[in-house]
């Protein structure tokens, strides 16, 4: 972890602060994060990994929108690898260069992250009624 460490903090804040943030800024929050999400994607060069890194990107980013901070997106770009790298040894599913565990924890990423968003939401009207 501490090897791949310096990239996941690269990828992030040029996914999520530097190119995301231009994208919502222009586009708005779902276009810009779709875009954004489509990159590190592509970025991937595998079109097996392409899908569970769209997903993932697509959840790291809203969270990053939600707390504003780096530290989250990191973290959770950490754990996917972490998930990833050992599996890559392990079974690799048919037609596609991605193990079985690594779309497993993309997509259990996706349901915690998804699950932690909505707990904690702030409810709009709590937000007009603040501002």
Known sequence: MIVVLPTIVAGELWFRAYIG?????R????????????LFALVRLDPGLMLPAFLVGVVVHMAY????SLAIPIL????V???VAPASRMHV????????????AAIGLVVIAGVILYRTR??????????
């Open 122 to 131: 702030v409810p709009s009207a709590t937000v007009a009624q603040a501002g």
């Open 93 to 104: 599913m048919p037609g596609t260069g991605m193990p079985a565990t690594g779309y497993a």
């Open 81 to 83: 690898t972490l998930a």
């Open 21 to 25: 943030g231009g994208l919502v800024e």
């Open 65 to 68: 929108l939600a707390t504003r």
């Open 76 to 79: 959770m770009h950490g754990v």
């Open 27 to 38: 586009f708005g929050t779902v276009p810009g994060v779709l875009m954004t999400s489509a």
